[in-house]
């Protein structure tokens, strides 16, 4: 019940799905989406989450994808992201561990 409980509470401002990840995969949502409390960056206009996996800026979280009206999408990734625990998606940046490394 705790558990549960725990998991209910999605801040949709930090979970973020990567479309790019979504084709790279051939559609394995659990391997495009991440949770990220980074800033997000400037993009012509508008605040973006760069994908930690892929690095590119085709993603959306779940807060926009709300705003858009994607509901039946967002249910499926809520549902999906209430499965694991958060640390399942929280993704180290590729660049940040090659930076560490040398
Ligand atoms: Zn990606």
């Not at 590119?56 to 499926?76: P, V, Y």
Request: hydrophobic share 35%.
């Amino acid at each position: 019940m705790s558990v549960l409980n725990i998991f209910r509470r999605i801040d949709r401002r930090f979970w973020f799905i990567c479309h790019n990840c979504l084709m790279r995969t051939n559609h394995d949502t659990v391997q495009s989406v991440f949770y990220s409390e980074n800033p997000q960056v400037n993009l012509m206009g508008r605040p973006t989450m760069l994908c930690p996996r892929c690095n590119d800026a085709n993603t959306r979280s779940f807060q926009e994808l709300k705003e858009e009206g994607s509901q039946s999408a967002l249910w499926g990734l809520e549902r999906l992201v209430r499965k694991y625990p958060r640390s399942r998606f929280k993704v180290r940046r590729a660049a940040e561990t090659t930076k560490a490394a040398s």
